[in-house]
C-alpha cells in the first residue's frame, strides 16, 4: 500500500495569522472526478473514490492526514499540560455510575472507578448492599489488541442471568454473551451479528429474544450491511442451531410483513403473557405495532401476530430510538404515545386481548408540555415531558381516581431517565443539571418526592461547580422564530466582548440537547470559557413540532438558529468572532458544515466530528437507507433538492476564506462511515483561501465515539480544546 509520509522539514506553513509551522503537510488528495445529473443537475463529486473499501490511495492519504494532525496537535506546547489537567479533573470523579437497571430488588450499574478506561458492570442486592462485579471489558482484548467495550446488558428476571453485548474498536456491532451471575462464567452460547443489543428476557428466564442480522457476503452492496434482520427465541442450554425465527421476512410475512430496511425487536414483561413486537423505518420515530402470546410464538405455521398498528401513520411512536424504552406492558395493557391527533403526543392504553387502537384508551389526552417518554412500573404509569430542554416527571398511579402529579426535585435539574422496578414497585430516578454531577434520586411514593440519597454513587467535592451561573435566553432567528440558547459562565461575567466561547448543536432526529455537567468541563472554565448550546430546530426541545421545523425541506433552519445564537453570543458581548469556536458532531455536522460555509467571517475555530457531509452519497452507505425517513432520498428531485442544500461537502466554494476547522472520523463507525468525513476535509483543504489549518483526526481504534475508552475520550478532549486554543491566539498554544 502507498503511503504518504509526514515530513518534519524545514518548510514553514501558514496557519493562523502569524503562527508557523514547520511540518510540512501531506500531498492533496488526488482529484478524480465523477459528475452525477440528478434530474438535470451536474454534480462534480473529486473524491468519489474514497468511498471504495479498499482504495489504496484514500486509505493512504487518510493516514498520511491522521499522522500530520497528530504532528501539528502535539506540536502545540499547551497541549500536554492541558491534557494532563484534563486527565486530573477525571480522576477527581471517584466513580462514575450509569446503565442502572433495577430487577427484583437488584441494581445493576456500569460502574467505572477512578483511573478505569471502561465502565464494568456491578450487582448489588438492595440498595445498602455491596457491588459485585460481574464483568470486566478492560480484561478482553479483539482482534489486533482493538479495545473491547460493552453495548448493552439486560438481567434476567429471575437475576440468574445476564445477556450483554462486546463490540472490538468502538464499531458498535456487538457479539452476545450469556453470563450465570452466581459464578461470574459465561454460558457457552455465543451470538455474532447482533443487531444493536436489541435483545430481551421471557418473563420465566428460561429463554431470551435478540434481533439478529443477515449474513454480509463478498459482492453485496454496502446498503445490505443492515438489512433483512429477524428475531429469533434462544432456550437456555439448547444448541443456537435450534432456535428458530419468530419474526422476519420468509418467516412472519402473512401476519407480520417486514421490508429489508425495516427494523424489527421485541418487548416483553415480567407480568405480562404477551410479547410486542416492535418494527422501525429507521430514524423515523413513527412505529408499527404486533402483539401475540408469548407461548405461541413458536407455533407450527408462525406466531399468531396480530396488528395493533399496522402502519406507521397510525401516529404511535418511540422516543427513544436506541432502546425503545417509550412502550410499558403491564399485564395485558400495553402503553404508548401517540402522535395521530397532536405533534405534543398523548398516552394510550391498548388491550392486548383485543389490539384495536381505535379501542384505545385515552389515559393523557393532548395538552401541556410535549410528551418525551414514558416508563411503566408495577405500581405507576411515568411520563416525561420536555420544556426547551429540562425534561419534567409526572408519576400518574394505577389507582382509582388518581391524577398526574408533578415530581419535585431538591434541586433544579432535568430528568434524564426513570428506572422502574417490576419486581417491587418503586423508581430511582436519574437527573442531571448544567452545573452538579448526574445524581440518582431514589422516589418515596409515600410523601411524593425524591430524596437525594441513594449511595450508588460516591460523592465528590467536584460534583458541584458552585462558581458557575446558568443563563437561559431566546433567540430571535433569521424568520422570527425564538430560539432556546444556553450559556454556562463563570459567576460575575463582564459582557466586555473579550471571553473565549464554545457553541454547542445538533438539532436532528427530535433528539435534545438535555442539561449535563463533568469536572472535566473546569478545564475549559479555568481559562474563562463560555459554554453555549443552541437548542436548534431539528431537535426535541419542544416536542415533534419542533423537530419537524428543522427537517427535510426545512433543515436549513437548523443551521441558520445556530447562527442567531453565535450572532447572539457576539452581539451582547459574550465574546468575538476572533474567539468564537463551533461545535457539533454526526448529524449536528450537517449544521456545523453549512453553518461554517454561510457565515465563514463568525468563528475563529470549527469542531465538525463525525459529521455526516456528503448527503448527496450518505444513501449508498451502510446506515445510509435507515436515515431517509429523516433528510430524504436523491430518488425524488424534491429529495435531491433538500439534500443538495444541506450537504456542506457539495456545498464548498473554492477560494472562501474559511475558518480553522478539524475534522475528526473513526474507521470502525457505523452510524457515518469514515469516507464521508474524509471527502469533507479533502475538498475543505483544496478550497479554502483563508491559510487557515483544516486538519482530519482519525481514530483507528474508534468508531462514532460510542464505546470509547476514557483515555480516547481524554486525548480527543485535549486536542479540540488546544486546537481552538491555538486558533485563539492564546499563547500557551502557539508552535514555536
Known amino acids: 500500500m502507498n503511503r504518504f509520509g509526514t515530513r518534519i522539514v524545514g518548510v514553514a506553513l501558514a496557519l493562523a495569522s502569524t503562527v508557523v509551522i514547520a511540518i510540512s503537510p501531506p500531498p492533496p488528495a488526488p482529484v478524480r472526478p465523477v459528475v452525477d445529473d440528478y434530474f438535470g443537475t451536474r454534480i462534480t463529486d473529486n473524491y468519489r473514490y474514497f468511498e471504495e473499501r479498499e482504495n489504496a490511495d484514500a486509505a493512504a492519504w487518510m493516514k498520511a492526514q491522521a499522522d500530520y494532525t497528530r504532528a501539528v496537535l502535539d506540536s502545540l506546547p499547551g497541549r500536554a499540560p492541558l491534557l494532563r489537567r484534563i486527565q486530573e479533573l477525571d480522576r477527581s470523579v471517584p466513580m462514575r455510575v450509569g446503565g442502572l437497571q433495577l430487577v427484583d430488588g437488584h441494581y445493576y450499574t456500569q460502574r467505572s472507578p477512578a483511573m478505569a478506561q471502561l465502565p464494568k458492570l456491578y450487582v448489588r442486592d438492595g440498595l445498602g448492599g455491596e457491588d459485585r462485579l460481574l464483568l470486566d471489558p478492560e480484561t478482553l482484548t479483539g482482534a489486533g489488541g482493538a479495545h473491547v467495550a460493552m453495548t448493552g446488558f439486560a438481567p434476567s428476571p429471575d437475576n440468574r442471568h445476564v ?105 416483553t414483561s415480567p407480568d405480562s403473557r404477551y410479547a410486542v413486537a416492535i418494527v422501525s423505518p429507521g430514524t423515523d420515530a413513527r412505529v408499527r405495532l404486533y402483539a401475540a402470546p408469548l407461548d405461541q410464538l413458536d407455533a407450527e405455521g408462525g406466531a399468531p401476530w396480530r396488528a395493533i398498528a399496522a402502519s406507521y401513520d397510525d401516529g404511535v411512536v418511540a422516543a427513544d430510538l436506541d432502546n425503545y424504552q417509550s412502550f410499558g406492558l403491564r399485564g395485558d395493557t400495553l402503553y404508548v404515545i401517540s402522535r395521530a391527533r397532536s405533534p405534543a403526543g398523548e398516552v394510550l392504553a391498548i388491550d392486548l386481548a383485543d389490539p384495536d387502537l381505535a379501542k384505545a384508551q385515552v389515559v393523557l389526552a393532548p395538552g401541556g408540555l410535549p410528551i418525551h417518554d414514558l416508563v411503566v412500573g408495577p405500581d405507576a404509569l411515568w411520563v416525561v415531558r420536555m420544556d426547551a430542554g429540562v425534561q419534567q416527571a409526572q408519576r400518574l398511579a394505577f389507582s382509582e381516581g388518581a391524577t398526574p402529579a408533578v415530581i419535585e426535585l431538591p434541586f433544579a435539574a432535568s430528568v434524564y431517565d426513570i428506572i422502574v422496578d417490576h419486581g417491587r414497585g418503586g423508581a430511582v430516578l436519574d437527573v442531571t443539571s448544567w452545573t452538579r454531577m448526574p445524581t440518582y434520586l431514589h422516589y418515596d411514593a409515600g410523601s411524593g418526592r425524591s430524596a437525594m440519597d441513594t449511595s450508588l454513587r460516591p460523592a465528590s467535592p467536584g460534583d458541584q461547580a458552585d462558581g458557575l451561573e446558568v443563563t437561559r435566553v431566546k433567540v430571535k432567528s433569521w424568520d422570527g422564530v425564538l430560539v432556546p440558547l444556553t450559556i454556562v459562565h463563570r459567576k460575575g461575567l463582564a459582557l466586555d466582548a473579550s471571553h473565549p466561547a464554545y457553541l454547542f448543536g445538533y438539532g436532528a432526529y427530535g433528539i435534545t440537547y438535555t442539561p449535563f455537567y463533568d469536572p472535566v468541563f473546569g478545564a475549559m472554565f479555568e481559562r474563562g470559557f463560555i459554554m453555549a448550546l443552541a437548542h436548534v430546530r431539528g431537535g426535541g426541545e419542544y416536542g415533534e413540532a419542533w423537530h419537524q421545523a428543522g427537517f427535510q425541506q426545512t433543515k436549513p433552519n437548523t443551521w441558520k438558529d445556530f447562527i442567531a445564537c453565535a450572532q447572539y453570543l457576539v452581539a451582547h458581548g459574550y465574546t468575538n468572532p476572533g474567539k468564537l469556536a463551533a461545535s457539533g458532531g454526526s448529524a449536528g455536522g450537517i449544521m456545523i458544515g453549512r453553518a461554517l460555509e454561510e457565515r465563514p467571517d463568525l468563528f475563529a475555530a470549527v469542531l465538525d466530528q463525525v459529521p455526516v457531509a456528503d448527503m448527496l452519497r450518505f444513501e449508498t452507505a451502510a446506515n445510509g437507507p435507515p436515515n431517509v425517513p429523516e433528510y430524504g432520498s436523491v430518488k425524488t428531485e424534491a429529495g435531491f433538492r433538500q439534500l443538495l442544500e444541506m450537504s456542506s461537502y457539495a456545498q464548498i466554494e473554492d477560494g472562501i476564506h474559511y475558518p480553522a476547522v478539524l475534522v475528526t472520523t473513526g474507521v470502525n463507525d457505523p452510524r457515518v462511515d469514515a469516507w464521508i468525513p474524509a471527502k469533507f476535509a479533502a475538498r475543505l483543504q483544496a478550497a479554502t483561501a483563508s491559510g487557515k489549518p483544516v486538519l482530519l483526526r482519525v481514530d483507528y481504534d474508534g468508531g462514532h465515539g460510542i464505546g470509547n475508552t476514557v483515555g480516547q475520550a481524554l486525548e480527543e478532549a485535549a486536542d479540540k480544546l488546544s486546537f481552538v486554543l491555538w486558533q485563539f491566539g492564546d499563547p500557551d498554544f502557539q508552535p514555536k
Open 163 to 267: 445477556l450483554y453485548g462486546l463490540a472490538e474498536g468502538g464499531s458498535e456491532q456487538p457479539t452476545l454473551h450469556v453470563l450465570d451471575a452466581a459464578s461470574g462464567q459465561n454460558l457457552p452460547e455465543t451470538i455474532d451479528r447482533s443487531m444493536f443489543s436489541f435483545f430481551t428476557w421471557q418473563p420465566d428466564g428460561r429463554a431470551f429474544f435478540y434481533s439478529r442480522l443477515q449474513e454480509f457476503r463478498p459482492g453485496m452492496p454496502e446498503t445490505a450491511r443492515f438489512e433483512n434482520g429477524r428475531i429469533y427465541r434462544h432456550e437456555l442450554g439448547r444448541p443456537l442451531t435450534e432456535d428458530r425465527a419468530i419474526v422476519g421476512i420468509g418467516v412472519s410475512d402473512a401476519r407480520l410483513p417486514l421490508r429489508p430496511t425495516e427494523i424489527p425487536l421485541l418487548l
